[in-house]
């Protein structure tokens, strides 16, 4: 079981410039979530949420067209913080996004109106929470530079050579599907490159499995 | 002749909470900049430009590839304001963009580091950062979801549509360049597209110039 108080004081740098009511407050209003691999914990159709602090296991954060599309912001790891899903907090985050769990997973969450209170009247939170948007407002934008500028060959082979390093291995089980959502494409378009790639030399395709030769 | 103070109680909402002494420090460290059409304000390879406060014309803020590619993330009109030139304040703003007038235009440039000191110890200015940057994370998304989800032909009708709304004029004097520029595409592609537009009867296009029959 986690402690809520130490996983606050670990993850949120403002947590020790609140006064007790605040950190009690705090703990009170934020709830410790489990999620199984493929859950969805925040849609776009979703009511509030709240702000999602992960404590174990991935994440992953879209957005989607009615057509089923889909295209990856970022990921969240072990500790990190997603205010995205806080948005009915702020009049100006119009844009919702999707949030699902990439793994069985666990999170807090704290309640959105807690934290709109809170940086109301708290510097240090207000503070944080600039950096956090501002950091995403350069992920976001570097992603619209991969998905504007580079072919999809290029972004397709710089994802499978990324997953190769985070995971350490030159077998990769992954979907052409899950390929597709990560890079805002349809299956039958990755289908199709890799297909050429195996062609080429440059991968093996199997069902579910994708082994790199030489990329 | 602008009376600078006067514009900052009209734009920054911030401003009334200022001290008199932070006001002055404002006024002194701020200043109004005249641009030529097509002339450059800031670039990612500039030196930190400062926070754009617009007083006549009209401004674009795109983000450009190695290969001369771009693509529009927004505009700036009169009196809108800009922060992403004043990156450089800020840790957590890593991904640097340009900024160009589209028209002959004028601005008031306030200094990076005179923000971010009003920043740090004013929750006001804090707190209209934070509104701000929320802001251009939310028309970022919608922009990727424009590139990401939408054919190329759908982008460049409604964008013709909207310039025509926006202008009041089914004849518009714009280049496939500028096209292609807004839509992070290429001159070619969009020649292209529109040649098979005018095939189909839907506009006229001359030299400079696309007129709208029947889009």
Known sequence: MFNKEYVFEEILPFFK????EEKNELISKSSVTKYEKGEIVHSKNSTCTGLLLTLSGNFRV???????????????YDRDV??????????????????????????????SSLLKKLASSNFQVMNYLLNLTQDKLSEVMYVLEQATFFSLDERITNYLLEQSRFLDSSILYITHESIANELGSS?????????????????????????????
Not at 17 to 20: F, I, S, T
Not at 62 to 76: D, E
Not at 85 to 98: I, K
Request: aromatic share 6%; glycine share 4%.
């Open 82 to 111: 997603c205010m995205l899903s806080a948005s009915c907090a702020f009049a100006n985050l119009t844009y919702d996004v999707n949030l699902e769990a990439q793994t069985k997973a666990e999170a807090i969450i704290i309640d």
């Open 187 to 215: 299956r039958e378009v990755i289908s199709r490159i890799l297909k050429r790639f195996e062609k080429d030399g440059k991968i093996h395709v199997s069902r579910g499995k994708i082994e790199i030769i030489n990329l």
């Open 17 to 20: 410039n609140l006064n007790e």
């Open 62 to 76: 879209f957005i989607s067209a009615p057509s089923g599309r889909q295209i990856t912001l970022f990921k969240l």
